[in-house]
T-cell receptor, first 115, second 113 residues
Framework: KAGVTQTPRYLIKTRGQQVTLSCSPISGHRSVSWYQQTPGQGLQFLFEYFSETQRNKGNFPGRFSGRQFSNSRSEMNVSTLELGDSALYLC??????????????FGPGTRLLVL | AQTVTQSQPEMSVQEAETVTLSCTYDTSESNYYLFWYKQPPSRQMILVIRQEAYKQQNATENRFSVNFQKAAKSFSLKISDSQLGDTAMYFCAFTTNAGKSTFGDGTTLTVKP
């Protein structure tokens, strides 16, 4: 099976702009989680989608949003970008019909730089 | 709320030796799952080992094993016969039964030849 793919791999934006990141999970996986990784804050959970519904949410402002499509592909959107949004954004997928018992498989990440 | 603490920001070990990475967590949940992930310089996060909280037996995966102490809320990772390819950042993670994950800040492990 192909692994988790994320596009784009690198992105440069300026403050105030918005950005959309995409994640394609492993075939058959129905859960997609998003994480923000920064040197200072480590790995922070953004949200998790399962069957097109947000099932879990981290402690991020409303500028961070996501959605999941019927084919399980997920997008994450960040509006009104701030310098502090510069980070590696990781997507992880799992089968997970019952939540946390499944192993998450991570994509290579999208590195976002906000200038 | 769940918290995961990795008290060792950096560690080093000589090739072929054994090293133990520490992880403690705090939760009020009774059923949950614990994971160790490895992130090499390529940044690709890879699962090392997982442990179900309801299982008393410690998980083992080749050279990797855990010491799971549920009462102490401790979940350490032991790497035996360390190899140069083990050089990476290691993250301890906690996932609730509902699927919400919390990661520790990571431990950077360097294996020296």
């Amino acid at each position: 099976k192909a692994g988790v793919t994320q596009t784009p791999r690198y992105l440069i934006k300026t403050r105030g702009q918005q950005v959309t990141l995409s994640c394609s999970p492993i075939s058959g996986h129905r859960s997609v989680s998003w994480y923000q990784q920064t040197p200072g804050q480590g790995l922070q959970f953004l949200f998790e989608y399962f069957s097109e519904t947000q099932r879990n949410k981290g402690n991020f402002p409303g500028r961070f949003s996501g959605r999941q499509f019927s084919n399980s592909r997920s997008e994450m959107n960040v509006s009104t970008l701030e310098l502090g949004d510069s980070a590696l954004y990781l997507c992880a997928s799992s089968f997970a019909p019952q939540g946390g018992q499944e192993t998450q498989y991570f994509g290579p990440g999208t590195r976002l730089l906000v200038l | 709320a769940q918290t995961v603490t990795q008290s060792q920001p950096e560690m080093s070990v000589q090739e072929a030796e054994t090293v133990t990475l520490s992880c403690t967590y705090d939760t009020s949940e009774s059923n949950y799952y614990l994971f160790w992930y490895k992130q090499p310089p390529s940044r690709q996060m890879i699962l090392v080992i997982r442990q179900e909280a309801y299982k008393q037996q410690n998980a083992t995966e080749n050279r990797f094993s855990v010491n799971f102490q549920k009462a102490a809320k401790s979940f350490s990772l032991k790497i035996s016969d360390s190899q140069l390819g083990d050089t990476a950042m290691y993250f301890c993670a906690f996932t609730t039964n509902a699927g919400k994950s919390t990661f520790g800040d990571g431990t950077t492990l360097t294996v020296k030849p």
